[in-house]
């Protein structure tokens, strides 16, 4: 599968020779690419361009990236790479926690950037997952995913909360709610949100579990359905 070819990428970073520098690199590589010096007007962007991933500057003048990240996570699951300081370790988490799919750290080689976004792209595509004899509704007692939408829907006495769900977020309860109460290793949850799973390291996948907790809690509804089983991984303890 050729992914390049269909693909285009929005680069946003105020620092015009580094932007320049990516466009470059991307365009050589067969993508086609979009350039925003800032986060004002990204929404216009993702509309009128539809990019399929979005290359986002962490340190940027007006709205630095952790908002205009929060922003686009309102409307929109569209695959997102953060660029951050190489040893801000917090940049990496807050990034994660926020609905990032993946960091980079500058300054980065342009072939792990090459290889991190191919890996976004090929995730994203394989989480259009298939419903089962047509089924679009996942459920859980007053939980329910909505599969060809990605949204998650909480509903309590009547009244329904509902949260839109990135990428990867998606995929991890679609995981977990399927798994109906079974016990998922820290390998098996990474491999299957990760093609390799080798550079997000095992602590990442704590800060992804604590995002989803966040998103129960947000929707009025305990964390502690995604149970921790200590030495063993986590289960999904609403059956």
Partial sequence: MNLNAENKILIVDDAIRFRSRLDQFLISHKFS??????????MEV?????????????????????EVLRHIRQTSSIPIIMLTAANNKLDRINGLED?????IG????????????KAVLRRAKNNDVKPLDNEEILTSKHISLDIRHHCLNINRAGTISAKNLSNLEFKLFYLFISSNGEILSRDQILEHIFDNHDHAGSHSLTVYINRLRKILTDLGTDPKIINTIWGQGYNWNNI
């Fill in 33 to 42: 690419t979009i350039q925003l010096s800032s986060g004002k007007n990204i």
């Fill in 46 to 66: 993702i509309k009128k361009d539809q990019p399929n991933l979005i290359l986002l500057d962490v340190m940027m003048p007006e709205l630095d990236g952790f």
């Fill in 99 to 103: 609905g990032a799919d993946d960091y």
């Fill in 106 to 117: 500058k300054p980065f080689h342009l072939g792990e950037l090459l290889a991190r976004i």
